[in-house]
């Protein structure tokens, strides 16, 4: 089977999904622990065609949308999932999202990916804003968008409840110009 592999850095690729990812995404998103990062207002379902078709919706490709699986190039293992969604042609932004496999945090694989989906949105989309939002708590991915170029630009304050807590939900985003200004520097 020929996997088409779009992007690559030193350490991983970006590729299209392919149905034997659907499980381990299945797996990763059933988590608590990742579980415990995800924005979003929706249940965790453990119904694993459930999520399966969830998983795929997010990978369809539709105008500007895009998914990718993330690849650790020297094990040709999946690692995580990178999308964009919501892409405006006039306004020229999208909404962006990660997962990357608890067992792989703290290593920098999210930040490559990163830099491979912004370069893919700012230099062949054209865009010229990508924004995220990220639970308040979570401080390991805050440095790694803000890593990339990322920008704090506002909060919903106390926003999502999460171990007792009340959490601020922090909109983070970049524009075509900071990413271009990083990267070039």
Sequence with gaps: MHVTRYFESERICLRELVEADLPLFHKWWNDPEVAHFQVGEMVRLNQEQTNTEMFRNWFKPEGANIGFTIVERASSEPIGVVNMWG???????????????????????GTEALQLVLNYAFNELNLHRVE?????????????????????VGRQREAIFRGGQWHDVVLMDILQREFREKTDA
């Design 87 to 109: 892409a405006s042609v006039k306004n020229r932004s999208a909404t962006l999202a990660i997962l990357v496999a608890k067992s792989h945090w703290n290593q920098g694989l």
């Design 132 to 152: 995220l939002t990220v639970f308040g708590f979570n401080a390991r991915a805050i440095r790694a968008y803000e890593k990339v170029g990322f920008r704090q």
